[in-house]
């Protein structure tokens, strides 16, 4: 019941964390893999064995239960920055309009002129892999923008030069590290070790939370891009993912009634694709009422009660949970110990136990951060160490254009009309093919990007994630 999703929810400092690591220790003993952002650099601590302490002994003998088998479990770093971990990267028309938008915080108006240069960058073959391409093809609209109001409608040269101051302070957040390629692929977070193991993947986002709303896009695409992607394979006996979205708040925090719809549409479809969510946040109201309605298997640890409003959110957190007439949920949740929880799971035909009030078990592998030393040192023994170091600037839409404006006197770029490609794109789209073929060689993932990259349409559109072609119909 894994894949039906899950809540960790509580007031800081009582234990989630703790929880999220015991979690995915177990989840990994199981042969599932595991991703997990780590947004307080706690969680590195997963690699390497737990170690005796006093605070441990005295709370093993309270539990009164015996010393844990301490192990370390197999790790892999992910890092945007690229300083802790794998660099990981997604292309801009994999991100597509609507999760760009969001991004750079555009209102109804500027995220039309942005889906309009998605649009004429599909209809016309040309790729966006990195932000240069993205300030390319704006720059290219705008001027040209009375050539394709007609088909595309008005384009407002004021919301193009509000796409890109909004690129720039972007690009300031650190955001151009996050596009491009390679891309990840993601068989790379589906691995098991030589043990069976399942492969902890933890995503340094101690930095990256320092823009949240990239953090939040950039997990949120990765959790559409793994429904796109992943096969259906119904209920499984286990899943092959689990997903953990720390911070969930930052995810629902002004995001438009459009994308609500479509995190709930992923969450609730990519159970059948074997991948389990598990929100993390301090309160259960944090998230929304329709994705809340889907995670079945929840830990709730202490809530806080110094406000009204608090008050208020105790009484609806303990409404979620199935009663159990030996226990005061309310009064309980303000009386939770540190590590100490109310749990509640689904049965074996997937109905809601009764809420327990339960102790965490202490985790086998170490509390707290493992030393940069280490964590590098498991970065360099990586089977992919060296394939997402180095970044890979293929011909795409920035070098198009400045071939064309190059030997053109007048640049123009008509837009393509149903299958008919005029001769101006023809040649500008002559070669593509011959010159995508002689780069692609030195990466691998590269021809799997240009795979996913081309869709219908004559060959010439560029398929989005879910995110982004559920808009329209899915291509």
Sequence with gaps: MANRHGLIAGATGTGKTISLQVLAENFSRAGVSVFLA????DLSGLQSPGVDSPKLKARLQKLQIATPQFSGFPVTYWDVFG???????????EMGPLLIGRLLNLNDTQAGVLNVVFRVADDNGLLLLDLKDLRAMLAHVGEHASEYTTQYGNISTASVGAIQRGLLVLEEQGGENLFGEPALNLDDLLQTDAQGKGMVNILNAATLMQS???????????????????????????????????????????APKVLLEKIEQVVRLIRSKGVGVYFVTQHPTDVPENVLAQLGNRIQHALRAFTPQEQKNIKLAAQTFRANPKINVETAL??????????????????PAMVERAWIFPPASQIGPATPDAVQKAIQSSVLFGHYEKSVDRESAYERLKQKSETSAAPSMPASSGSSIPSTMATLLGGFAKS?????????????????AIGSQVGRQIIRGVLGSLLSKRR
Excluded: C
Excluded at 224 to 251: C, I, M, Q, R, T
């Design 212 to 254: 949240p709303k990239l953090y939040a896009t950039l997990l949120l695409w990765l959790l559409s891009e793994l429904y796109e992607n992943l096969p259906e394979v119904g209920d499984v006996e286990k899943p092959k993912l689990v997903f953990f979205f720390d911070e969930a708040h930052l995810l629902f925090n002004e």
């Design 83 to 93: 300083k802790s971990g794998h660099p990981i990267r997604a292309t801009i028309s």
């Design 334 to 351: 303000t009386d939770l110990a540190v590590g100490e929880a109310l749990v509640s799971v689904l049965d074996e035909q997937g109905k």
């Design 436 to 452: 995508t073929h002689s780069r692609q060689g030195p990466v691998e993932a590269m021809a799997m990007s240009a795979a996913r």
């Design 38 to 41: 780590d947004v307080k650099g």
